[in-house]
Nanobody, 122 residues
Framework: QVQLVESGGGSVQPGGSLRLSCTGS????????IGWFRQAPGKEREGVSA????????FYIDSVKGRFTISRDYAKNTVNLQMNSLKPDDTAVYYC???????????????WGRGTQVTVST
């Protein structure tokens, strides 16, 4: 069965860090563009970061550049998102997805995880 499972979410104070993991089963993540998206209540799902399947090029939206880092763990068939200097605006459900195409277009992706909650507050 082809699936993605996210882990690592939680609650932190502003300025804190979390590392999200996206683990695949039933297929090899190395072959695919893997994206991280987030959706806050009442807002549309937005792309946050992605890593390409061809050369591991990385992509970030402006609001997370310098704070978030995406990387692959080939041995674990996992893609990680290290999130530092977290802000309340980062609060959302975070999803990972696999696909091929423009990195921040929802329709690019055909396999989605179920999401993990990230809450940043005092």
């Amino acid at each position: 069965q082809v699936q993605l499972v996210e882990s690592g979410g939680g609650s932190v104070q502003p300025g804190g860090s979390l590392r999200l993991s996206c683990t695949g089963s039933g297929f090899i993540l190395d072959d695919y563009l893997i994206g991280w998206f987030r959706q806050a209540p009442g807002k549309e799902r937005e792309g946050v970061s992605a890593i390409s399947g061809s050369d591991d090029s990385t992509f970030y939206i402006d609001s997370v550049k310098g704070r978030f880092t995406i990387s692959r763990d080939y041995a674990k068939n996992t893609v990680n998102l290290q999130m530092n200097s977290l802000k309340p605006d980062d609060t959302a459900v975070y999803y990972c997805a696999a696909g091929s195409g423009p990195p921040f277009v929802v329709g690019t992706y055909h396999v989605w995880g179920r999401g993990t909650q990230v809450t940043v507050s005092t």
